[in-house]
T-cell receptor
Framework: KNEVEQSPQNLTAQEGEFITINCSYS?????LHWLQQHPGGGIVSLFM???GKKKHGRLIATINIQEKHSSLHITASHPRDSAVYIC?????????FGAGTQVVVTP | DAGITQSPRHKVTETGTPVTLRCHQT?????MYWYRQDPGHGLRLIHY???????DKGEVSDGYSVSRSKTEDFLLTLESATSSQTSVYFC???????????????FGPGTRLTVT
């Protein structure tokens, strides 16, 4: 059983819609990461958080340590947001990854 | 972005041959990681390094070895490649406690390896 579970596995949205991706984990962590992987394959870090909420532009990430749950929200989604979003949890730098959520935003 | 390069970017090899993948970084990061990414499994840690000549195994280390003789280079070797090692391999780096984002990992562009 994967210790990091993401939902949904796939998501299709129309441009402008609000998108939420969820991540639940079962291990103790020092930080949770949200990563983005574009069709070309490159992986970039979007957020790293250990408590509360962070916001970068249209992206918002929240974490509830007690419930071992995090959400990634995309507001006013755009086709360029189409990518795989990956949740990863870590302790002392070693990460365990979720399987990813494939997001497709249609015009 | 951290300066991380991987070579080669694509490789096709035959079963039983040795293969070495290289990760090179220019950020003077202490920690380096090798992951493999497979459909249905996500990213999985193969080996990692916490300093020059200091390495340890990850969750899928069987069939792989690593070496780090200098800070900037982390090599992953498949001693005798098998078809189950067909995958996309990512290298990542991380700074250390004194850095501004000590736990953030920076990923290389990936190497697509096919073992026939």
């Amino acid at each position: 059983k994967n210790e990091v579970e993401q939902s949904p596995q796939n998501l299709t949205a129309q441009e402008g819609e609000f998108i939420t991706i969820n991540c639940s984990y079962s291990v103790g962590i020092s930080a949770l990461h949200w990563l983005q992987q574009h069709p070309g394959g490159g992986i970039v870090s979007l957020f790293m958080l250990s408590s509360g909420k962070k916001k970068h532009g249209r992206l918002i990430a929240t974490i509830n340590i007690q419930e071992k749950h995090s959400s990634l929200h995309i507001t006013a989604s755009h086709p360029r947001d189409s990518a795989v979003y990956i949740c990863a949890v870590g302790s002392w730098g070693k990460l365990q990854f979720g399987a990813g959520t494939q997001v497709v935003v249609t015009p | 972005d951290a300066g991380i390069t991987q070579s080669p970017r694509h490789k096709v090899t035959e079963t039983g041959t040795p293969v070495t993948l290289r990760c090179h970084q220019t950020e003077n990061h202490r920690y380096m990681y090798w992951y493999r990414q497979d459909p249905g499994h996500g990213l999985r840690l193969i080996h990692y390094s916490y300093g020059v000549k200091d390495t340890d195994k990850g969750e899928v280390s069987d069939g792989y070895s690593v070496s780090r003789s200098k800070t900037e280079d982390f090599l992953l070797t498949l001693e005798s490649a098998t078809s189950s090692q067909t995958s996309v391999y990512f290298c990542a780096t991380r700074g250390q406690g004194s850095d501004s984002n000590p736990y953030e990992q920076y990923f290389g562009p990936g190497t697509r390896l096919t073992v026939t």
